[in-house]
C-alpha cells in the first residue's frame, strides 16, 4: 500500500525566493533531506511543500515562512526541533495604513543601531526579524513567549528600560525557579 502525500502551497516575496533555494540549491536540499519534505519553488515566489508526514509539513512550512519573513535559513531550521516556535506579530493591526506610524514601531523594536533588537534576543535567547509589516520571533516556546510579550510592550508605546527591566526580572524568575 502506497503512503498518502500530502501538500502545502504558500507565497513568499520574490526577494527571498534566492535565500530559500541557496547557492546551488544548498539551502533548499538541506531543508529537504531535515524534513523528508520535497519543496517545489517557482522564480516568483510561489512554493509547494509534498511530503508523506502531516507534522514534517507542517514543519516545513514554518521554516519556509520564518526564510520568507526574513530569517536566516539556519536559524529557521531550528524551528524543527521539538520545542522551538515561530511567533509572527503583524505591524499592521497597530500602524493601520500610516507608514510614518509603521516606520516608528519598526524603529522601536530595532533600537538605535540594533541595540533594543539584540537586548531583547540576549534576554530571552530569541531570534528576531522585521520585515516588510511583521516581526518575527524564533525560539525555545516558552522564550518566544517572553520575547512577544517585550516586543508588544514596545510597540505599546512602554520605554525600553522598563521593557528590559521586565525582562531581567522574568529571567531571574525562570532562574530561581
Do not use: W
Request: with cysteine; charged share 30%; hydrophobic share 40%.
Amino acid at each position: 500500500m502506497d503512503s498518502e502525500e500530502f501538500s502545502y502551497e504558500l507565497k513568499i516575496p520574490q526577494e527571498r525566493v534566492a535565500v530559500l533555494i541557496g547557492k546551488d540549491g544548498v539551502t533548499k536540499k538541506e531543508i529537504e533531506q531535515l524534513t523528508h519534505c520535497r519543496l517545489d519553488v517557482s522564480a516568483e515566489g510561489d512554493v509547494i511543500i509534498k511530503g508523506e508526514d502531516g507534522m514534517e509539513l507542517y514543519i516545513t512550512k514554518e521554516i519556509v515562512r520564518a526564510v520568507a519573513r526574513g530569517f536566516n535559513p539556519k536559524t529557521a531550521m531550528l524551528l524543527h526541533k521539538t520545542d522551538y516556535a515561530l511567533e509572527m506579530i503583524d505591524m499592521k493591526d497597530i500602524a493601520g495604513k500610516s507608514k510614518n506610524t509603521m516606520e516608528r514601531l519598526k524603529g522601536r523594536v530595532i533600537g538605535k543601531g540594533g541595540k533594543s533588537r539584540e537586548e531583547i534576543e540576549r534576554l530571552t535567547d530569541c531570534s528576531i526579524s522585521v520585515y516588510g509589516k511583521t516581526i518575527g520571533i524564533i525560539g525555545e516556546t516558552d522564550n518566544v513567549a517572553l520575547a512577544r510579550q517585550a516586543v508588544a510592550m514596545l510597540l505599546q508605546g512602554s520605554m525600553h528600560k522598563s521593557v528590559f527591566q521586565f525582562l531581567e526580572r522574568k529571567k531571574k524568575e525562570i532562574l530561581l525557579g
